[in-house]
């Protein structure tokens, strides 16, 4: 049976608002997700750089995507993604 | 059900009063809150910087903005929150 | 009696699509694996660097190998290899 | 209800007499201290630059800041506190 | 009782055939090997360095070598070795 | 009830003789130590410096300063010390 | 009552002969020794440098140096030493 995602961290561009508590609270209520956690990079005038790491089951990536879309913010890059029944963080070089 | 805010690492510019012990006790009063740490990271002639962490379950953040302005405290950059009912801590790079 | 491969990291290089979240999922389909994490290592206009770490129990490399051909992407080396009913990680120097 | 503090961490200048185990039984007899750790940053011909980590349960400030005035120590900067019934430790950036 | 290798770290210089998950296997199915792990150090034209970390009990040294041997792989140094009832770790300087 | 010393880390300069397994064997048999760890730091032609760690119970620092005394050690400086029920490390900066 | 040594670092020159896996062999037989690693630190024509790693319990000195003797290995120092009935690792600077 196919394996859904079970964690994810993306590079994301967002403005200001809304700020990384209501967007955590935003992304928190998509399903399959059990944890979101957002740190801030970087600020610049109108924009924020921030690394977003999703925990949970089966994550509804378009839910996601959408979501993300809705706040404004846009994902840069997808920089780790695990998906199985065990899940494998990412290893060091 | 939406989640609420379980983790907040804020970088803050304080005056010199109230210190750390008093303003890390009126955070610890805050609905949600089961824990504080303040970290000192520069002191100048009449401010200080600090880095506050605060854990909890359904952090009431309208609750602790208005006591950070009670005791003279601004937010320069909420630095890295986690929602969710599983806590996800910071992904380093 | 011979004992599968339990881990593999591979450094693999991959157009854009599929992208790591659709990657990862037909890896975390084939016979023997328990779990897939791709991270970006560094992107170009038209591919990618990733590193991909794989555990299972008796990894079926042939359909590894098929899938990653499927998807266009290209195995640069096998950067690291477990097997054995004990799983030994990498030694650091 | 109000927590106490449950973890100091201080920068302090002493006079080399109390020595450090003197000090330290001293400030671990104060009300609220479970266990006391003192370690030396910096030796000059007259005082020491130590670093005075206190853990305990509602600690009571007062009695430590006579204690260390007694012991001809003064408390440079609180570099980090934590308060509540979850202690947290200092996030690192 | 005299007591058997446990762990073994060899320094390894291999032709590009057998592939690492290949030598690994023929490794794991050595008498008194329970797992074995192979890094990648370094690739050139015909040949690669491998760092070889084998764990086990009582591991028969005479077979891996002739397994070495067989594979065409030369070892350049033993790095580390385990010997004892209790598996000690190397210990950093 | 006044709480003994935990934990003692000893900056010290000694002769060759007695040596690390002696001198270490000696101090183990103070009243209060629970285990004792001597590392070397550097060698001279006559002395040596050594870093000393001592934990215990209620360690007696008088005959632990006697110990050393007989051993030709002499103390430059008492780098840590922890005291309390609770036993607590060093903070690092 | 006397406590025995528990922990041995050693920093050793020795011949390529006997080689690692046999040298940790002979000290894993001394009376008192649990377990015992070796790692290469540095190869030189007709010697090696290693660091030898001996735990146990009242490891017997006496045997463990007229081991090494018989192998024509010379201890260059005792880097680490621990005794008592809590063994206590190295203290970090």
Redesign the interface.
Known sequence: M????????LDVLKPHEP???EL??R???IDG????????VE?DQDTESV?I????DRIN?HNLKDTMKDCGASIH???????????????L?
């Not at 997700?33 to 801030?40: A, C, E, K, R």
């Not at 790491?53 to 949970?56: K, N």
């Not at 890059?77 to 290893?91: A, M, R």
């Open positions: 196919e394996q859904g995602v079970r964690r994810l961290v700020d990384l508590p955590a609270t992304l928190s209520c997700v059990d944890g979101v956690n957002i740190s801030l600020i690394r790491t999703v925990e949970g990536l890059s997808i920089d780790e993604v695990s998906v199985g029944k065990k899940l494998i963080k990412k290893t070089t």
